[in-house]
C-alpha cells in the first residue's frame, strides 16, 4: 500500500511539473474535442492563444481557420479547461489548430505585436468612428495613431454590394481598463489593483481628471459596469471612444456611462461623485494604489495562495504579470475556509473583435500601438 501511494504522489508530482511548462508551439490540425469554456472571435491561431492567456481559467484551446469547410463556425476560438490541466482526447481533424495557454510562458506574457494584416477578412461591430482614406496602409496608420482604435477594417475599391464604402476605414474599439466583473461589500475583505496594471497608454503627458463631488449627471447613459471607485470609472469612461462624462455610486459599485458632446446638467445628489474623461492625455493611475478594505472582487479567479496579511497579498498580483486586481480575506472573515487567503485575478484586455467573418475585398488588422 505504502508504494502505491509513493507512486501516485509521483505521477502528481510529473503531472504538476508537466502542467507548469511552458508549451508555445501550435498544432495544425490536431482539435482538443470537449472541455469547453467559451467561444470568441479571433482572426488566427496565435490571437487566440493570447485570449486563451488572458482568459482566467483556459488552459488550452482549438481554432477554427479560415479553411474549415464543414459548417460556417470559421474563426471560433474555443477556449477549454480540465481538471487534469491537460486535454483529455487529441484528435486529427482538417481545419483547425489547437495550443495551450502562455500563462507559464514568462517571456511571452506580455500583449504581442500584431501586425499582421487579414485579407477578406472582416471585423464587425465594435465602431466607434470611421471616415474614408486611400488605403488599407493608411487606414491601418491612423488606426495605430489614434488613442481609442485597437482593430480596424478597410474597403477597398472594388468592394461590393455596396459601392458607397468603398475606400471607408472603420475604426474599432475594444476595452483596455480591466472590469471587474461583481462588487460586493464584504466584512473582512481586501481588494485592490496591480500597482503595475498594463493598461494602454500613448502620451507622456499625465493630467489629473475632473471629479465632482456628491453630483448627479442624469440620463443619457450608455453603459453601466462595476467600479471600485470613482476613479475607476473615470478610468472606463475614458477608455470608452462614446463616453463624454460619468456618475459613479459608491454604496453599489456602479459606473453609469453616460454619452452626450453637446449638454452636461448636473444636480446635487448625495453619495453620488460624477467626472469627465481625461483627452489626448495619460491618466493619473493614482487609484490603481487604493485598497478597498470590506470589498470583495469576485469571479475571474486565477489562482489562489495562502498569505498572512493584504499588503502581501497586493505585492503578490502586482510582481505577476498574469494579475489585474486582487480580494484578500482576512482573520475576520465569516467564512473560515478563505481567511488568510489570496486570490488573484484577471479579465481579457487584449484586443478583441465581437465577430470575426469572410467577406471578400476588405482588409482588418489591429494597431501596432504594441509594436513600439
Not at 349 to 369: D, I, R
Request: aromatic share 12%.
Amino acid at each position: 500500500m505504502g508504494t502505491c501511494w509513493i507512486l501516485l504522489g509521483l505521477l502528481s508530482l510529473c503531472s504538476l511539473c508537466f502542467s507548469q511548462e511552458c508549451a508555445e508551439e501550435l498544432m495544425e490540425n490536431v482539435d482538443f474535442p470537449g472541455s469547453d469554456l467559451t467561444f470568441l472571435y479571433s482572426p488566427d491561431a496565435r490571437h487566440c492563444q493570447q485570449l486563451c492567456t488572458e482568459h482566467p481559467s483556459c488552459l488550452f484551446f482549438t481554432f477554427v481557420r479560415q479553411d474549415w469547410t464543414r459548417d460556417n463556425s470559421h474563426f471560433h476560438c474555443l477556449l477549454k479547461s480540465t481538471p487534469s490541466q491537460e486535454p483529455k482526447v487529441r484528435t486529427p481533424l482538417q481545419g483547425v489548430t489547437s495550443g495551450f495557454s502562455l500563462k507559464n510562458c514568462t517571456s511571452e506574457l506580455e500583449q504581442p505585436c500584431q501586425s499582421q494584416l487579414y485579407q477578406n477578412v472582416d471585423f464587425l461591430g465594435s465602431d466607434y468612428k470611421f471616415f474614408f482614406t486611400s488605403s488599407g496602409e493608411e487606414c491601418h496608420r491612423i488606426c495605430t495613431e489614434d488613442p481609442h482604435c485597437r482593430f480596424f477594417t478597410f474597403a477597398n475599391g472594388v468592394f461590393t454590394p455596396s459601392t458607397i464604402i468603398r475606400y471607408k476605414c472603420h475604426l474599432k474599439h475594444s476595452w483596455s481598463v480591466p472590469r471587474t466583473p461583481v462588487i460586493m461589500k464584504e466584512v473582512g475583505a481586501v481588494s485592490g489593483f496591480s500597482h503595475e496594471l498594463q493598461m494602454t497608454q500613448y502620451f507622456g503627458t499625465v493630467c489629473q481628471g475632473k471629479l465632482l463631488l456628491n453630483t448627479d449627471i442624469p440620463g443619457h447613459d450608455i453603459g453601466k459596469l462595476p467600479a471600485a471607485s470613482a476613479e475607476h470609472c473615470q478610468a472606463l469612461c475614458t477608455d470608452k471612444p462614446s463616453c463624454t462624462y460619468f456618475s459613479y455610486t459608491s454604496d453599489d459599485f456602479q459606473c453609469y456611462l453616460k454619452g452626450n458632446p453637446s449638454v452636461m446638467a448636473t444636480r446635487a445628489k448625495l453619495g453620488v461623485t460624477s467626472g469627465i474623461p481625461v483627452h489626448f492625455c495619460q491618466m493619473n493611475n493614482s487609484w490603481l494604489q487604493v485598497s478597498h478594505e470590506g470589498v470583495s472582487f469576485q469571479g475571474s479567479d486565477l489562482r489562489s495562495e495562502s498569505m498572512d496579511d493584504p499588503d502581501t497579498c497586493q505585492r503578490t498580483c502586482t510582481t505577476d504579470p498574469l494579475c489585474q486586481f486582487y480580494t484578500y480575506f482576512n482573520e475576520s472573515y465569516s467564512n473560515p475556509n478563505f481567511r488568510r487567503r489570496c486570490y488573484l485575478k484577471r479579465v481579457i484586455t487584449a484586443p478583441a473583435p465581437s465577430k470575426v467573418n469572410k467577406l471578400n475585398n476588405v482588409v482588418s488588422g489591429f494597431s501596432l500601438k504594441n509594436c513600439v
